[in-house]
Nanobody
Framework: LQLVESGGGLVQPGGSLRLSCEAS????????IGWFRQPPGKEREGVAC????????NYADSVADRFTISRDNAWNTVYLEMDSLKPEDTAVYYC??????????????????WGQGTQVTVSS
């Protein structure tokens, strides 16, 4: 089971990025997939998650009106569309898989498998 993130980079405040989490070795449709981030010098925090079988989504309050999580089952990929980015969104972003995820939650401890992360930097 492998997760690979991509799509990070440097963007100006107010800009947008789309992160991808490509799964291999399993069908991600049966897993809850979460996006987490770790800002420099801070603890990891949950950002967004999508439950298995296109079930409910869940967002951190800080991103709920700016970020959108979605799946493309044909490509076994989960996306995180990030709009109106702010400097405080700067972090390494990770995706993770929870095989028990009929209803996803933003607690890292329930996720078994993690990607290596992709850096997002929001700066002018």
């Amino acid at each position: 089971l492998q997760l690979v993130e991509s799509g990070g980079g440097l963007v100006q405040p107010g800009g947008s990025l789309r992160l991808s989490c490509e799964a291999s070795g399993f069908s991600s449709d049966y897993y809850a997939i979460g996006w987490f981030r770790q800002p420099p010098g801070k603890e990891r925090e949950g950002v967004a998650c999508i439950s298995s079988r296109d079930g409910p989504t869940n967002y951190a309050d800080s991103v709920a009106d700016r970020f959108t999580i979605s799946r493309d089952n044909a490509w076994n990929t989960v996306y995180l569309e990030m709009d109106s980015l702010k400097p405080e969104d700067t972090a390494v972003y990770y995706c993770a898989a929870d095989p028990r995820g009929s209803i996803c939650i933003l607690e890292g401890i329930v996720y078994d498998d993690w990607g290596q992360g992709t850096q997002v930097t929001v700066s002018s």
